[in-house]
């Protein structure tokens, strides 16, 4: 057999010669003429170098090879059915994989997203890194991953970004803080206090100091720890202060305090970002318009800044 002369389409016509058992009912249903249909019959036959077809009382049946080429025939076009299928549900972004990489603060909020979403989709394989700020731009330059979190993203000359969650950044105190339950605490009250801080270049940090700095305002001592969830502990026992996002507090935090102070919170949002110079898979895309369409039932209202369509029409327009 010379399979090089074999098509898909040879293929095609002698499946559709043997289910009907005549040429002029393959050549109808497969809207093509009588004589194109035999003289594809007469190259597949050409091409195996053996008779698949005899006529039994007017009508065609396979013979023995014919046999095993329908049986051959079926299964090849079979499969590239069912991967016309797969490619129909890749497009869609219902299979597939992607990767996203957020910053530590993020992982209280991303689960919310990701968990409705590997629900509905549960042929999407979805890898997820965190670490530190720094960390995650190094993985933004070195194009590592898909999608990015980041509430103080980095340069978007190659990128496009989404708000979709406000991420207020307010100062905790333990729950039996001299000034728990004041209203209106003035951050000079609390400038001789210890600080608990993430390392530097840490976005909460940074935000922090900026705000600071456009107060007038110096912190006094400080310690430095590697976590929000060690901050956090540490707060609870009276090792200092804090300013933290207020995702990173539990619903019930009786050990904890928000104090009321004047012109916070500080407002940043979290925002996803996609690099241009990357092709974004189409199940990172099917997720991202899962999480345009579903944020407001996943995540507290109040907190939702969902600006995922308009990123998702620029993503369009750069496909």
Not at 169 to 187: F, I, K, S, W
């Amino acid at each position: 057999m010379n399979i090089r002369h074999l098509t898909f389409r040879l293929l095609q016509v002698y499946v559709a010669v043997v289910r009907c058992g005549s040429v002029s009912e393959a050549a109808r249903r497969l809207h093509l003429t009588q004589p194109t249909v035999s003289q594809q019959l007469k190259r597949l036959g050409e091409a195996v170098g053996e008779p698949l077809l005899a006529n039994r009382q007017g009508r065609l049946v396979p013979t023995e090879a014919g046999h095993e080429l329908y049986r051959a025939s079926r299964e090849v076009l079979g499969r590239f059915a069912d991967f016309d299928d797969y490619l129909v549900a890749l497009r869609g972004g219902e299979r597939g994989r992607f990767s996203i990489a957020l910053v530590n603060t993020a992982q209280y909020v991303l689960p919310r997203l990701l968990g409705p979403y590997s629900r509905a989709f549960p042929e999407v394989d979805v890898t997820v890194h965190i670490g530190n700020r720094r960390q995650m731009l190094t993985r933004f330059e070195r194009q590592d991953d898909d999608l990015y979190v980041f509430s103080h993203p980095p340069s978007l000359a190659h990128a496009v970004a989404g708000r979709f969650l406000h991420n207020p950044l307010v100062v905790v105190a333990p729950q039996d803080h001299r000034l728990a339950g004041h209203e209106g605490v003035a951050m000079e009250e609390l400038l001789t206090e210890r600080f608990l801080l993430r390392e530097p270049g840490s976005a909460t940090r940074m935000l922090f100091e900026s705000w600071l700095q456009e107060q007038g305002l110096s912190l006094g001592p400080t310690l430095q720890m590697a976590s929000n969830e060690a901050i956090r502990v540490g707060v609870a026992s009276n090792m200092g202060l804090a300013v933290l996002s207020e995702h990173v507090l539990p619903p019930e935090h009786p050990d904890l305090v928000i104090l009321p102070v004047a012109g916070l919170p500080i407002e940043s949002h979290w925002q996803f970002i996609v690099r241009r110079d990357r092709r974004l898979p189409h199940a990172a895309m099917g997720f991202l318009r899962f999480a345009a369409g579903h944020i407001d039932e996943c995540v507290e209202p109040r907190f939702v800044a969902n600006e995922l369509e308009e990123m998702l029409g620029r993503l369009g327009d750069l496909s």
